[in-house]
């Protein structure tokens, strides 16, 4: 018997395929049957009709920052209404685990993880945290390489003692035994960036009994991007892992066009036979912590001047607004302007947008084979959020594949679902395939469209109907309902507390 039944939907199954109509069966959590249904209706069974729209499998968000959203908002709005049924949390070096509970949790990472609160140590505890606040959609775990930095060496700027190098693999390692997908690092971020990359090796190697990933956001993004790629296709090969480059850019004017070299060099290792993936956002600024793109010291007024303030809780009244615009009003120099955020009582923890990249690179990255879709979105919904938050599939689906054509649908489906899930470890989900975990997403392909702007950033996107998470509708024609049906997973594995 089904619970659910789709009739005579166009379906995108997240093969790549083209699309076929055809009926949807989904049962006890998982999809039934696929194309025809043969099976009744349960009592509480629905049916759901809806031609034009198409079903595909439920979006994943291959680069999240959401460890801290878990627990703070578990009904993960800001997923949920992009069609977003599956998160990859701890990116950039930065994990919610492993943890010291007597310990401030966001060291490390500033407002990046906020809401983190708990007595969880390791991944089996925060996962057992996190179920418990009954999240809407999934979430798969990398282990930081920040985190851990900070928990084993605090803010020593030197090289890990023997000592120091085994804890950190210890905890790398067993965070990837309870099931994490890889290890993250974050080479511009304190501390990542003042590890070398015999250090970075030695922790990826960890990952490479599990088969599992080395991700990063590299060492640079801007003048020294090509030598970053170097670095870290480097560090894949010799602790032999699979690659995976976060949010692929090239950052700054004068870097604009670069994307194409570093492409070429990740399809140079790839026909060598090196596993290597990539994500992207698809917008032309970037954001994050503000203390880290500023060097006191000597101020970049060049920077300064495209950045906009996303959440400043040393300023309130800064967020939303452009430095150049503050600093006008102000009758004050960009230098002076950054340093009296930066330097101020919690100034340490400002977020910022950063105008950094061509639209044109944008472009270039969609169009390439394996790249995914990250969103990249930091989950603090005080201020004004960078829009990729709420915007980043819709916006994917609506402007990049339908008003620029840059990919096809069916492909760009693939790359938010099957590719991501095979790359990501998340067993069973990816495609709309009996057996497989009902993650679903219903939408309409003509209206589909992000509605989050920089001036607005917490809008909801359009033409999403329906999103189904674990065999459970979660949101339906923009109401989220509450289910809490999301999982914890592991990587290649059951999700954690199943056994099959
Ligand atoms: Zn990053
Ligand atoms: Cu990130």
Not at 216 to 222: I, K, Q
């Amino acid at each position: 018997m089904n619970d659910l039944i789709f009739r005579q939907v166009r379906i995108l199954d997240g093969s790549g395929g083209a699309e076929f109509i055809g009926d949807v069966g989904v049962s006890d959590g998982r999809i039934n049957e696929v194309g025809t249904v043969t099976q009744g209706l349960a009592a509480k069974g629905r049916e759901i009709r809806a031609p034009g729209s198409i079903l595909c499998p439920g979006l994943i968000d291959t680069h999240a920052h959401d460890d801290g959203a878990f627990f703070r908002h578990p009904g993960m709005q800001f997923k949920l209404s992009q069609g977003v049924t599956t998160v990859v949390s701890g990116n950039c070096g930065f994990s919610a685990i492993p943890a010291d509970p007597s310990k401030d949790s966001v060291a490390a990472s500033g407002g990046i993880l906020a809401g983190l609160e708990g007595e969880f140590t390791d991944l089996d505890g925060y996962y057992a945290a996190a179920l418990a606040r009954k999240p809407a959609i999934n979430n798969m775990m990398l282990v930081g390489h920040n985190t851990v930095r900070s928990l084993v060496m605090g803010d020593n700027k030197g090289i890990p003692s023997d000592s120091e190098m085994q804890q950190m693999q210890q905890h790398v390692s067993h965070a990837l035994a309870q099931g994490a997908c890889g290890f993250s690092s974050g080479l511009i971020y304190r501390p990542g960036r003042y590890s070398d990359t015999a250090e970075v090796t030695e922790l990826a190697k960890m990952a490479a009994p599990f088969d599992a990933l080395y991700t990063t956001h590299m060492r640079n993004e801007g003048d020294r991007l090509l030598e970053a790629v170097e670095e870290s296709l480097q560090i894949a090969r010799d602790s032999g892992v699979h690659l995976h480059i976060s949010h692929h850019k090239a950052a700054g004017k004068s870097n604009w066009g670069k994307v194409r070299e570093s492409l070429q060099r990740v399809d140079a290792a790839l026909s060598a036979g090196q596993p290597v993936t990539l994500d992207v956002y698809p917008y032309t600024a970037g954001s994050g912590r503000m203390i880290e793109y500023f060097n006191l010291d000597r101020v970049s007024e060049e920077l300064a001047g495209v950045v906009r303030i996303a959440s400043c809780k040393a300023f309130r009244h800064y967020e939303g607004r452009m430095l150049v615009d503050i600093a006008a009003a102000e009758n004050t120099s960009l230098t002076d302007l950054v340093i009296k955020i930066l330097t101020a009582p919690f100034g340490d923890r400002t977020l910022c947008i950063h105008f950094i990249i061509d639209e044109a690179d944008v472009e270039t990255n969609l169009a390439h084979a394996d790249m995914m879709v990250g969103s990249d979105g930091i989950p603090d919904l005080r201020g004004k959020p960078h829009p990729r938050l709420f915007g980043t599939f819709p916006r994917v689906l609506g402007y990049y594949v339908r008003e620029r054509g840059v990919l096809s649908l069916p492909e760009a489906v693939r790359r938010m679902t099957s590719l991501s899930a095979k790359t990501f470890g998340l067993s069973e989900r990816g495609e709309i395939k009996p057996g497989y975990w009902a993650d679903l997403l219903l939408f309409k392909p003509d209206e589909v469209i992000d509605q989050a702007t920089y001036d607005e950033p917490k809008t909801e996107a359009a033409g999403i109907d329906m999103v189904v998470v674990n065999g459970q509708v979660a949101l339906e024609a923009g109401q989220h309902l509450g289910v809490g049906g999301g999982q914890m997973l592991r990587y290649r594995r059951a999700p954690f507390g199943h056994s099959v």
